[in-house]
């Protein structure tokens, strides 16, 4: 009985070894560290709301999407989204937003506050991945005041010239998207 029971913990032992073997080590990346601005804004205390960024389907996975072609998208197996797109894009703008204009009030939908934003803000990113040498992000973004309803609304298009590795590919998705932060906020301090 003893015997079947160490032969058993040896095969599950030798079982564990080889699954470990078989899995590839990767890196894992975020783009959620807001950079601080160049230039910065004076706002008028007003309060800023940032809905959830809505990304494409294919950045919900963790792995780093590319496109092959304008149909066809694979995954890169040596990189990893340390978090999910949305939520970190979102939490990347809300900081950028608050060093851009010294404000600390600006906030995550749902508000969480007493009082309702005075500016609401929405981003919707159409497209955001490498494809050749480029890395590609077009987005529409609008930005509303709530006590005037005046709003602004704009699309957004950039490409930025990236090497065919991971590294350089989500630096050059770290550069769009600090692009797009900065015609956001432009956008804001307009209102």
Known sequence: MQETVIKRAVWFAAVLVMMHGCVTTSSYYVLSTAPSPAATYTQNNKTI????????????????????SSSEVVFL???????????GLTHRLIGFI??????????????????????????????YI??????????????EDLQTHKSDAQLFSVGI???????????AMDKAFGKLEEDIARGIHRF
């Open 49 to 68: 709301g940032i809905e959830k960024i809505s990304v494409p389907r294919y950045l919900f996975k963790r792995e780093i999407a590319i496109a092959k």
């Open 77 to 87: 197996s040596d990189g990893t989204w340390a978090e999910d797109m949305d939520e």
């Open 98 to 127: 608050q060093k851009k204009f010294h404000q600390p009030q600006v906030y995550a939908y749902p508000w969480g506050v007493d009082t309702q934003p005075n500016i609401k803000v929405q981003v919707q990113i159409t497209r």
């Open 130 to 143: 490498a494809q050749g040498n480029f890395v590609y992000l077009d987005a529409n973004w609008r930005i």
């Open 161 to 171: 010239p990236t090497k065919h590795d991971t590294k350089n590919i989500v630096d």
